[in-house]
């Protein structure tokens, strides 16, 4: 039986958890004739040794990077090396459930889309800081740009592996490249669902997502809306700055107290506003046509 699906997994100082995760996947994937494509990440502990003990199964590929790159830059190694119809992403640190992989295989079939994510929405947080701060994110994203899903964040996607090889590229090496693959998809017009998945307690270790990691994921985000849709970033500051100026400056006007140098100001800071975000949006379309 062909092989049509690739399991992908970032591995960064997760040895206290490969051993109580590692054997399982492989099993699961042996049983449903998937490859599996662990990246170490430049890992300081024994994640190196420890993985290197299963590339005895066929199913396995085990990819090392000398220094650490990042979750994004890990996830990307293993996107280029796919060579199967679909992959998929999930975490190292054994909360994600790889029962769920077929459902998701399915649904993707059944609703011919080219990404499923796995949805955690109802699901409780184990840190009530982190779901504020998806929750935020989320908002953010939702201003910027209508997306049909709500998890964004999720870690588990599964989709096409040409389309994760052609916009991998544009994604960051951070946390936020779950986030951004999925902008991607969405602003090139592809079809992107989402499913119920199960969630496990983390098994050891800790998370290294962070606050910083937070703002630098809504950086990235608005770095991929002014790359595919500049317009709704600038036309919204140039329309409120041309107004405020108008409605600060016709008073002032009609006592004839003359021009009001701020009134002037706000309303040419608009329409330079306007022309960068139509030149961005110019751009916009050659990068795309990159694409």
């Known amino acids: 039986m062909?092989?049509?699906?690739?399991?992908?997994?970032?591995?960064?100082?997760?040895?206290k958890n490969i051993p109580l995760v590692m054997p399982h996947i492989i099993s699961f994937c042996e049983q449903q004739n998937y490859k599996l494509i662990v990246v170490n990440d430049g890992s300081k502990d024994d994640s190196k040794e420890l993985l290197s003990v299963y590339e005895k199964h066929e199913c396995f590929k085990l990819i090392s990077h000398k220094i650490n790159r990042g979750y994004g830059g890990a996830l990307k190694t293993g996107v280029l090396n796919c060579e199967t119809e679909y992959l998929i992403t999930i975490d190292a640190d054994g909360q994600h459930v790889v029962e769920n992989i077929p459902v998701l295989m399915a649904k993707l079939i059944e609703k011919d889309a080219e990404m499923v994510v796995g949805s955690r929405k109802g699901l409780k947080s184990e840190s009530l800081l982190r779901d504020i701060g998806k929750r935020i994110i989320r908002l953010i994203i939702k201003r910027l740009m209508p997306i049909p899903i709500y998890d964004i964040n999720s870690g588990m996607k599964l989709y096409k592996t040409d389309l994760g090889k052609k916009y991998c590229k544009i994604c960051p090496n951070s946390m936020a490249f779950s986030d951004v693959i999925c902008l991607a998809f969405i602003n090139q017009f592809h079809k992107v669902i989402e499913e119920p998945i199960e969630i496990r307690s983390r098994n050891d270790g800790e998370s290294t997502i962070t606050v910083k990691t937070a703002f630098h994921t809504v950086y990235e985000i608005f770095n991929i809306v002014v790359l595919f849709n500049p317009i709704r970033i600038f036309m919204p500051i140039?329309?409120?700055?041309?107004?405020?100026?108008?409605?600060?400056?016709?008073?002032?006007?009609?006592?004839?107290?003359?021009?009001?140098t701020g009134a002037s100001?706000?309303?040419?800071?608009?329409?330079?506003?306007?022309?960068?975000?139509?030149?961005?949006?110019?751009?916009?379309?050659?990068?795309?046509?990159d694409l």
């Open 265 to 289: 100001l706000s309303i040419l800071f608009g329409v330079f506003t306007f022309f960068f975000g139509a030149m961005a949006e110019q751009l916009s379309q050659i990068r795309k046509k």
């Open 2 to 15: 062909d092989q049509k699906l690739t399991v992908i997994i970032p591995a960064y100082n997760e040895g």
């Open 238 to 260: 140039a329309l409120v700055s041309i107004i405020a100026g108008v409605v600060w400056g016709i008073p002032i006007l009609l006592r004839d107290k003359g021009v009001s």
